[in-house]
């Protein structure tokens, strides 16, 4: 592999021709090379033109399905169809940073790492209801976790715009399950997760869009359906996670209460030694009178 590798942008699109001529925007901005660009466009309108345009001196595939096959069918044959050493993802109605690629590639090269993902802000655009123009409303840095292996087993914390996969990765774990149509890229990570460390890079390289309407977001109904099917996928070790996280708790727990026991056990010692403390005091007062009482006697 050579110093600075080919990468594979795959870029899923479907029925947002004017959000994807921004995201071409992003990759044309690119100051890292090579890469090359896999736009898959699942049945909808026809936007070859607008990627061959938009994309000018950067090497692409513009695939067009016969019939709608899903978001997630959109990854698998962008993945496959790639020829980089190194892949990553950009949804059409997204955008990365010119030092996107750069960094994250720069940061797996010295050692080959497998999987290597940055930070994107989560923006939330509103729209003007008598201009019909989106602006920003909002900007938030959701997700910036370092890589712990059990937490995706509770929730997925790395979007599919952050990560930089080297491309042996797919076909050691398998393709995104195309049975689900959203959390998708939450199952593949944790399959992923299984096999190979990730390495965080604490930047923020890009943007994940969201629409004020919802208009972005597809197949909205089946998040909670699709949901429950990774969590009862992975319920094994969802299970063994929590039966740990108890075992601790409980541990702690058991260790406080010594500790309250012995806190008990040392006032009650304290309280004793304070009563002997005190005896002793009267004594010593008792002494001191009985030898000005005899010094008295002398005296006379």
């Given amino acids: 592999m050579s110093e600075n590798p080919l990468v594979s942008v795959v870029v899923r699109t479907f029925n947002r021709p004017d959000r994807l001529k921004e995201c071409l925007v992003c990759l ?17 309108v026809d936007v070859e033109t607008i990627v061959s345009n938009g994309l000018q001196g950067i090497p692409y595939q ?33 955008g990365v940073y010119p030092n996107h690629l750069n960094l994250l590639v720069n940061t797996a090269m010295p050692d080959r790492l497998p999987v290597v993902y940055s930070d994107v802000l989560n923006v939330t655009y509103e ?7 989106w602006t920003r409303a909002k900007e938030q840095l959701v997700y910036s976790f370092d890589f712990e292996q059990d937490n995706f087993l509770l929730a997925n914390y790395i979007p599919i715009t952050c990560l930089l996969i080297r491309r042996d990765c797919f076909d050691a774990v398998g393709p995104f399950d195309e049975s689900l149509l959203v959390y998708e890229d939450w199952e593949f990570l944790i399959r992923l997760s299984r096999k190979f460390p990730f390495q965080h890079i604490r930047a923020i390289t890009g943007e994940y869009r969201r629409r004020d309407d919802n208009s972005n977001i597809l197949e909205r109904d089946r998040y909670q359906a699709n949901e429950a099917v990774v969590k009862r996928r992975y319920r094994n070790g969802r299970d063994a996670i929590f039966d740990k996280i108890f075992k601790q708790i409980f541990q702690q727990r058991r260790e406080i209460q010594q500790r309250a026991g012995q806190f008990d056990d040392a006032m009650k010692q304290a309280g004793r030694l304070q009563s002997q403390l005190a005896e002793a005091h009267t004594v010593i007062a008792r002494m001191r009178q009985e030898i000005s009482r005899l010094k008295t006697e002398q005296a006379s």
């Fill in 127 to 133: 729209k003007n209801p008598e201009t019909q123009e």
């Fill in 62 to 94: 513009y695939i067009c399905n016969p019939e709608n096959l899903g978001r997630t069918a959109g990854l698998n044959i962008g993945v496959e169809a790639a020829a980089g050493d190194y892949v990553c993802f950009v949804d059409d109605d997204d």
């Fill in 28 to 44: 044309q901005n690119q100051r890292y090379r090579p890469f090359e660009v896999i736009a898959v466009n699942d049945a909808g």
